[in-house]
């Protein structure tokens, strides 16, 4: 930009001196021109008819007089008598400005480049009576001779407008700049620029723009990189939890199988370690179909279709009738008709399941499980142990269980829950629990989060 601002100076100086030579130049030769006038005519005012002959020694004794100013005769009708400056012309001025002009009216002048001479010269004719015409000329310089002449006195002063004008340039460069070094210099720094300049401001707010982009940019990344690394830790933990599950039943099958193998065991040791093998291998299978039924869920990209949700709980919970009669705990249902859910057969049993199961698993002996199932909602209340208020926040993590004794009795590999919760955040609705240590729990998924219940 700065050398574009020079440019532009340099280019105004270099004209302005040229224009101010020719304009002097002009002045000069219009001032050279009319000073002749007044010359010639003062010249002119020596001429005596008396005095001198009309023929080329009078012509050439006049112009001796006048110090060798060319002297002309010639008659009204423009035929040249005699001339001063060349012998023998025998030509017609008829034409010449001066002489039409001094044979009307008694005086003309003119200014041209003499045919004769072939310099530029400044004419001046007048009528002395007898239809006589005298003509005295004087050189003047032309228009570019004008210009060379005036050129050595305006050099100092061109000199010194040039001289000022890069002053002026150095100055108003730094000064123009600097507002725009300093926008940009704030806006590498990532501040908000503003500028008092209303020339700079779309560009301050272009700046501001590309600012702000960059920076939500930056928070996606981060957000991005967050969730990266929040999915690695996820599956860094998954793989512990699930060795840590597979650990405990395979030490105990291995422990068993080296007794059975090393021998000597009596008969009833012999069973209890061929039960335990058998129970701990059944666990061990539950435990690997829940991982896979687990994972399953998490690439489930299966499409959606409607479900009788109403018929399929009445299905399931008439499936668990055996259990609860064996707990010896009632089921309550308070299921509407026709609750029909964009989802999938499969998805429904296992949330479903999954809450009833824990209901009947960590209730009383005597208590009650109540089912709930509306189009906006689905309920499931029971009487039993209940959760504590710092377990609650942590019941739907992978492998949570709150007593791994009473798990390991019920089963459970704590992936119920997280299933459930799966399930839930991929369709959309929302889960919430509250309960009372003692006193028992209620689990609710919300079918319409937006149209809260
Ligand atoms: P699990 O297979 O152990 O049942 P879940 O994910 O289904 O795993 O449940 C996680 C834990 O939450 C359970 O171990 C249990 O302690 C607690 N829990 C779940 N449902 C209930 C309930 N209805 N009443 C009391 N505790 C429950």
């Not at 060319?70 to 001339?83: K, Q």
């Not at 002489?99 to 001046?124: C, H, N, P």
């Not at 409607?306 to 018929?311: H, I, K, N, R, W």
């Amino acid at each position: 930009m700065k050398w574009r601002i020079w440019l532009l100076f340099v280019c105004i100086t270099v004209a302005s001196a040229v224009l101010f030579g020719v304009g002097a130049a002009r002045v000069r030769y219009k001032s050279t021109v009319e000073d002749g006038k007044v010359y010639l005519r003062t010249y002119m005012n020596a001429y005596d008819s008396d005095d001198y002959s009309f023929d080329r020694e009078g012509a050439v004794a006049f112009s001796e007089k006048l110090n060798g100013v060319r002297v002309t005769f010639a008659l009204a009708d423009g035929g040249v008598v005699a001339d001063s400056a060349a012998d023998n012309i025998i030509e017609n001025h008829a034409d010449r400005q001066e002489f039409i002009d001094a044979a009307q009216s008694g005086e003309g002048y003119d200014v041209r480049s003499s045919s004769t001479l072939g310099k530029r010269m400044l004419y001046y004719c007048k009528s002395v009576g007898d239809g006589k015409l005298v003509r005295i000329a004087i050189f003047v310089d032309s228009d570019w001779l004008s210009f060379f002449k005036v050129l050595p006195s305006i050099i100092p002063f061109v000199a010194v407008m040039a001289l000022a004008c890069v002053l002026a340039t150095v100055l108003t460069t730094n000064f123009i700049v600097a507002p725009v070094k300093d926008l940009a210099k704030e806006a590498v720094d990532g501040e908000m620029v503003t500028s008092e300049f209303d020339e700079l401001k779309p560009i301050a707010n272009i700046l501001n723009e590309r600012n702000r982009n960059l920076r939500l940019q930056m928070e996606v990344i981060k957000t991005e990189k967050k969730e990266i690394e929040r999915a690695r830790e996820s599956k860094d933990e998954f793989i512990s939890n699930v060795t840590h599950e597979m650990n405990t039943p395979l030490t105990s099958i291995r422990g068993y199988a080296e007794l059975l193998s090393v021998g000597g065991l009596a008969e009833e040791q012999k069973t209890v370690a061929y039960k335990t093998i058998a129970a701990q291998s059944e666990r061990l299978a539950n435990l690997i179909a829940c991982i896979i039924n687990y994972s399953a869920i998490d690439s489930d990209d299966l499409p959606s279709y409607d479900v009788d949700f109403s018929s399929l709980a009445r299905e399931i919970l008439q499936a668990l009738e055996p259990e609860a009669r064996e707990r010896n705990v009632e089921i309550i249902e308070k299921i509407d008709d026709g609750v029909v859910l964009s989802s999938r057969a499969e998805r429904l049993s296992e949330a479903f399941g999954n809450l009833t199961r824990n209901a009947l698993k960590y209730n009383k002996d005597g208590g009650r499980v109540v089912v709930t199932l509306t189009k906006d909602y689905l309920s499931v209340e029971d009487t039993g142990i209940g959760i504590s208020e710092e377990n609650k926040r942590k019941i739907f993590s992978r492998f949570f269980t709150v007593d791994k004794s009473r798990g390991g009795k019920n089963g459970g590999f704590g992936l119920g829950l997280a299933v459930v919760k799966k399930i839930c955040v991929k369709s959309g609705w929302e889960i919430s629990v509250e309960s009372k240590l003692g006193e028992g729990s209620s689990f609710t998924i919300n079918f319409n989060p937006q149209k809260k219940k």
